[in-house]
């Protein structure tokens, strides 16, 4: 347990870092971004993007996660990954291309059809960068893949797009951007891995590849459908304004948990698909405390502090994303805990039922939808929540089925999440509510973050003893002796 545990945090360290300045120059960037460009643009976006990722889940065939899930790469498995990788993104971008005219036609939007051509050649970028980034995460190479996040996404993506979109490129400036961060991306990423470049293989390698693969794609595309479809409802029904300032309520929404879940399901993937199933609860325990508590944290205390969170990083022409952010940050936590379980069980290869789950949920997602379309874009937010917390029950009962872990322990640790989220917007409305008007929009938001840090600080001292009783946390105190003099343990009798 101590070497997957030190594994898990290295990666989780890492991924800290890359997260901590993402995050950051991520706010700045949409700050300026949001100012220098109209929602039409974002909206053009949004609806491009949402119709590319109908072909993004079957572009790479789940190549990453097949190279990182084998138990043993042998000579050519490489050559096999980057040939299905590179073969079906060649594919995608054919589809695309000849696509688009027809997608924008149906959306009545003309400059959809350019966007979508341009942006398709990510694909490309894509399926180079995927194999050298999945290698530097099976080799636990933490470090390296932080950087090329941080570089690609910084120098790409921002320098670029603000830079275009400055000089009045309109929505060419987001497409510049994105493009820009994946050339940078596949790149490093093939500087710090230096796999073998070449196409020589066994059939039975590339099999391998298209049997995981194909299954993990499928999940991923119905998973795409599932979070992608209340986009493309207010696309249609609502235009390209209103689908701009969903999209910018749903990314403030997803922003502070998006990049910290993902770095904590990163390490653990790895790590996971090599352990045994008491293990596998143990690092899963760890990580839901650590995830949960912080998602249920931020996103209740959003609901509190939505409208200076949108006037202060938005701005005024924003203001309808308000209720829209409070709505959506109810869906959230249970995401990213749902997605969290997902990743045990691809790293367990107990695909099906969990393809059965996800089927399920884009059914109940649909018929909510057409229940609640009445109810204009506040509807298509609740069917968003709704489903999420029907995922997050289904997920969780299959985890305990297939792991059979100690109920008393994740009764704990679900409590503790929970106790983290109400605290969280509780102390953030009192803040929002108690600071004088005069008091500047920067600053008032500023306090109420503070709020929110004191309350998840408060929760985790006042439930330290709790803490103490679990055997997960009780490893971690012996390994790191100053979280040691912070959590009481309790040793079972």
């Given at each position: ?92 971008i054919v589809i695309a291309i000849i696509a688009a005219p027809f ?391």
């Amino acid at each position: 347990m101590a070497s997957s545990l030190s594994k898990t945090l290295h990666g989780i360290g890492w991924g800290g870092l890359s997260t901590a300045v993402n995050v950051l120059f991520q706010l700045v960037f949409m700050a300026v971004m949001a100012r220098l460009l109209d929602p039409v643009d974002f909206g053009l976006i949004a609806i491009a993007n949402v119709m590319l990722r109908f072909l993004t889940y079957f572009a790479q065939l789940g190549v990453g996660p097949a190279l990182i899930q084998k138990p043993e790469l042998n000579d050519g498995d490489v050559r096999a990954a980057l040939s299905v990788s590179l073969g079906i993104s060649a594919l995608c971008i054919v589809i695309a291309i000849i696509a688009a005219p027809f997608i924008a036609d149906y959306f009545a939007m003309p400059m959809l059809e350019p966007v979508i051509q341009a942006l398709s050649v990510n694909f490309l970028f894509g399926g180079l960068s995927a194999v050298s980034l999945s290698l530097l995460r099976r080799e636990m190479r933490f470090k390296h893949v932080a950087i090329v996040e941080i570089i690609a996404y910084v120098l790409g993506y921002g320098l670029v797009g603000i830079t275009l979109a400055y000089l009045d490129f309109g929505v060419w400036a987001l497409v510049g951007a994105v493009l820009s961060q994946s050339t940078l991306s596949a790149s490093l990423a093939y500087l710090f891995s230096r796999h073998e470049f070449g196409w020589h293989h066994h059939k039975q390698q590339r099999a391998h590849f298209f049997s995981f693969g194909a299954r993990y794609s499928l999940i991923g595309f119905i998973e795409f459908l599932s979070g992608s479809l209340d986009s493309l409802i207010i696309g249609k029904f609502f235009g390209p304004a209103v689908a701009g300032i969903y999209g910018r309520a749903a990314l403030l929404s997803n922003l502070p948990v998006q990049q910290p879940a993902n770095i904590i399901t990163r390490a653990l993937f790895p790590v996971i698909s090599r352990l045994g199933d008491q293990r596998q609860i143990a690092s899963l325990q760890i990580s839901a405390l650590i995830l949960g508590s912080y998602a249920f944290a931020i996103t209740w205390g959003m609901i509190a502090a939505a409208p200076d969170i949108v006037r202060v990083l938005l701005g005024d022409k924003w203001l309808d994303a308000i209720p829209i952010l409070q709505l959506l940050a109810l869906a959230v936590g249970p995401q990213y805990l749902s997605h969290l379980a997902g990743v045990t069980l691809d790293a367990m290869g107990e695909l099906k039922p969990k393809l059965r789950i996800q089927a399920g949920v884009l059914a109940l997602q649909i018929v909510a939808f057409a229940l609640l379309l009445p109810y204009g874009v506040l509807g298509i937010a609740g069917a968003i929540v709704l489903a999420e917390w029907v995922r997050f029950i289904l997920m969780a009962g299959l985890i305990v089925r297939l792991l059979h872990p100690p109920m008393s322990d994740f009764r704990l640790i679900f409590s503790i999440v929970l106790l983290a989220g109400l605290s969280a917007f509780g102390l953030i409305w009192l803040a929002a509510h108690a600071l004088p008007g005069a008091v500047p929009g920067v600053v008032h938001l500023l306090l109420e973050i503070a709020a929110g840090g004191i309350a998840l600080m408060g929760v985790a001292w006042f439930s330290r003893g709790l803490l103490g009783r679990l055997p997960v946390v009780g490893e971690l105190a012996q390994r790191l002796p100053r979280f040691g003099r912070f959590i009481p343990i309790t040793k079972p009798n």
